[in-house]
């Protein structure tokens, strides 16, 4: 059982289609996901518990600095590396998935828009796993959309007052420090002269030991479980001038940046929820034709395994060239769209799909198909709805 698990998961490893050295990053990873008990995998989940030992375990891994030079306590590899990690992770259920994947985030602005002063301080305890960052964006009537936002910041002194609350933030309630998008008042423009408002967006690091910080409500959820998502909130938190990442005004680029490369982390961890429900679904057609039923009874949900295996496949080739794109310092951002989009919606489909072939029995939580149906429902959702990514989609085909 255990070849025909690595057959059908590796159908992604192919020589051709990646270097030995990214392959080491994903025997690694593999390796990593099999050290983890299937038990802490599904108590992470029911009991909606954060696992920073197993953060800290993956960062010593070298996981927590992948994408990043050596220079800042990195691990020099590729984001097509960091995607197969990624996708790994996501057909095992690894309790910190979505954590690492927006520690990688939040560490993606410091590295291209910090100061000499931040990187030292924030990207090497990262790497390590000393610190974890979270990525404070969505609020309550906010999603993706910077020109939404309702948190302020005021400049007094040689520090910003924050006031707001942010809302469903991966890590909230565990992290050390926290990418943060905030409004200037009053803004750098004039309202007629900017009037989404979008130049006085201003991105800061804020520690969560900065006064005038707190977690806010812990979110009991559906899917998505054991990764701390909580509320944070702002009052008065003082927030050094130091801590202004880039410059005033440039948060919707730092944003939009991080963001573009953070919907290909999850087209890769989709990915991997997809092959992990198509993989169930094998498994259960095979253990049905190996006992005896008939071939006849088993032909109609061929035809469905073949569906689902060109949607996976198509997800896995959109995902990984939006990743190589990145890697040539050429980001896509239709592709990384395209992916988004394929890749959520075929882990929907397969997840929805499994539970359906293999019947009751795809709700005991040691199979992780109930785990993966719940938390793909996720995907079309987060990190920029599907309806925006066509929207986006849309736009690059008709300007």
């Known amino acids: 059982m255990a070849n025909a698990e690595a057959t059908l998961a590796r159908d992604a490893s192919e020589p051709s289609l990646f ?53 800042y306590g990195g691990t020099g590899g590729d984001y097509v590396s960091f995607c197969l990690v990624n996708e790994e992770f996501g057909r095992r259920c690894v309790p910190i998935m979505s954590s690492l994947g927006v520690h990688i985030l939040c560490q993606e602005p410091v590295y291209r ?45 040689d520090q910003y007052i924050l006031n707001g609350t942010k809302t469903f933030i991966t890590s909230g309630g565990a992290a050390d420090y926290y990418i943060v998008m905030a409004k200037l008042v009053p803004p750098l423009a004039a ?58 005004g440039a948060g919707r680029k730092v944003a939009l940046s991080s963001l573009a490369k953070g919907r290909v982390t999850i087209a890769a961890q989709a990915t991997g929820w997809a092959q992990g429900a198509l993989d169930g679904i094998v498994r259960h057609l095979s253990a049905a034709r190996a006992s005896g039923e008939t071939d006849e009874g088993l032909d109609g949900l061929a035809y469905l395994v073949g569906d689902l295996a060109v949607m996976v496949e198509s997800a896995r080739a959109l995902t990984y060239e939006a990743a190589r794109k990145i890697d040539q310092g050429d980001p896509d951002v239709k592709i990384a769209s395209m992916a988004k989009v394929q890749a959520t919606d ?54």
């Open 19 to 71: 270097s030995e050295g990214q392959l080491q990053w994903l025997y690694k990873a593999r390796a990593f996901a099999d050290s983890i008990p299937l038990a802490d995998v599904i108590r992470a989940d029911s009991d909606n518990t954060f696992r920073r030992d197993l953060f800290e375990a993956a960062c010593q891994q070298g996981f927590g600095g992948l994408p990043f030079p050596r220079d």
């Open 113 to 157: 828009f910090g100061t000499d002063e931040q990187k030292k301080k924030y990207l090497e305890p990262s790497s390590s796993g000393k610190y974890l960052a979270a990525f404070a964006l969505t609020e309550p009537g906010a999603g993706s959309d910077t020109a939404a936002l309702k948190t302020t910041a005021r400049l007094v002194g």
């Open 191 to 248: 309202p007629d002269a900017d009037p989404a408002g979008g130049k006085s967006i201003t991105a800061f690091i804020v520690e969560r030991g900065f006064p005038g910080f707190q977690v806010g409500q812990k979110f009991d959820m559906l899917g998505m479980r054991g990764y701390a998502t909580s509320e944070i909130v702002f009052n008065d938190c003082r927030v050094p001038v130091a801590n202004i990442l880039a410059q005033p």
């Open 346 to 399: 075929a882990a929907m489909r397969a997840a929805t799909e499994a539970i359906s072939v293999v019947g009751w029995a795809g709700t005991n939580p040691d199979l992780l198909l109930e785990r993966i149906f719940r938390d793909a429902k996720a995907g079309p959702i987060y990190e920029g709805t599907n309806q925006v990514q066509r929207l986006l989609i849309a736009r690059h085909l008709l300007k």
